[in-house]
């Protein structure tokens, strides 16, 4: 496995002896080779030996492979030996991709192989499809075929006709016709009593009443 060698990072008191620790360390001492192992801060080399000194070089290289292996900034790529570097390399050519297929992070096309760009263009027209079915990020209507432009107007009419029964988002009544106006107008009026009688929300009166004198009206030829 590509990390076997991150064994190196658990504590270098597994390699010796349980009965040599406790006659040669101290606690403090035993703290600071396990900060230089770490790469801790207060790790003080001056209380390191010479063999101990290898175990924090070599968990020192593990800590870096990994560093470049994930694309973190503070890898140091010149001290990778040639396979770290070879697998370095293709760990980055692959977040790349990814970056390029998910359309977020870093993409640079110009390391894309022909294939992975045919599939990457392929990918963001239909991230750009639904970004436009779906109202959300940037829709860019000219990359649309005809039928995809007639998809994406029917999903935005369809769109604002919910936010105006529901009042919720943008609803521009404009784009609304007779009937669909006829449902939000009685949608909204529902919503209004259910208000008034809950007392949870803002409660319209002047709708009540409304209500109320139109039911009141008398229908043409009752009781002539």
Same mark, same amino acid.
């Given at each position: 496995?590509? &990390?076997?060698?991150?064994?190196?990072?658990?504590?270098?008191? !597994?390699?010796?002896?349980?009965?040599?620790? !406790?006659?040669? *360390?101290?606690?403090?001492?035993?703290?600071?080779?396990?900060?230089?192992?770490?790469? &801790?801060?207060?790790?003080?080399? /001056?209380?390191?030996?010479? $063999?101990?000194?290898?175990? %924090?070089?070599?968990?020192?290289?593990?800590?870096? &492979?990994?560093?470049? *292996? &994930?694309?973190?900034?503070?890898?140091? $790529?010149?001290?990778?030996?040639?396979?770290?570097?070879? +697998?370095?390399?293709?760990?980055?050519?692959?977040?790349?991709? /990814?970056?390029?297929?998910?359309?977020?992070?870093?993409?640079? /096309?110009?390391?894309?192989?022909?294939?992975?760009?045919?599939?990457? @263009?392929?990918?963001?027209?239909? =991230?750009?499809?639904?970004?436009?079915?779906?109202?959300?990020?940037?829709?860019?209507?000219?990359?649309?075929?005809?039928?995809? /432009?007639?998809?994406? !107007?029917?999903?935005?009419?369809?769109?604002?006709?919910? =936010?105006?029964? @529901?009042?919720?988002?943008?609803?521009?009544?404009?784009? +609304?016709?007779?009937? @669909?106006?006829? #449902?939000?107008?009685?949608?909204? #009026?529902?919503? =209004?009593?259910?208000?008034? %009688?809950?007392?949870? !929300?803002?409660?319209?009166?002047? +709708?009540?009443?409304?209500?109320?004198?139109?039911?009141?009206?008398?229908?043409?030829?009752?009781?002539?």
């Amino acid at each position: 496995m590509i &990390f076997a060698r991150c064994a190196v990072l658990l504590p270098v008191l !597994a390699i010796w002896p349980m009965g040599s620790i !406790a006659q040669s *360390y101290e606690p403090s001492n035993l703290q600071n080779l396990q900060d230089c192992l770490q790469g &801790f801060s207060d790790c003080n080399m /001056k209380q390191v030996d010479a $063999s101990e000194q290898q175990a %924090v070089a070599q968990a020192m290289r593990d800590q870096n &492979f990994q560093d470049c *292996y &994930f694309g973190f900034s503070n890898c140091k $790529s010149t001290n990778l030996t040639a396979p770290e570097s070879s +697998l370095v390399a293709r760990a980055a050519r692959a977040r790349n991709l /990814k970056d390029c297929l998910e359309g977020i992070g870093d993409c640079n /096309k110009g390391q894309l192989s022909e294939s992975e760009r045919q599939t990457v @263009e392929q990918a963001e027209r239909v =991230n750009n499809l639904t970004a436009c079915l779906d109202g959300v990020g940037e829709c860019d209507d000219a990359q649309l075929a005809p039928w995809e /432009k007639q998809a994406t !107007a029917v999903a935005r009419q369809d769109r604002n006709l919910q =936010n105006c029964l @529901e009042s919720t988002g943008d609803c521009d009544q404009s784009q +609304l016709n007779a009937q @669909e106006r006829s #449902e939000v107008t009685r949608a909204t #009026e529902v919503q =209004n009593s259910q208000n008034c %009688v809950s007392g949870v !929300a803002t409660c319209d009166h002047t +709708l009540l009443k409304q209500k109320v004198v139109g039911s009141n009206l008398p229908t043409a030829g009752k009781g002539d």
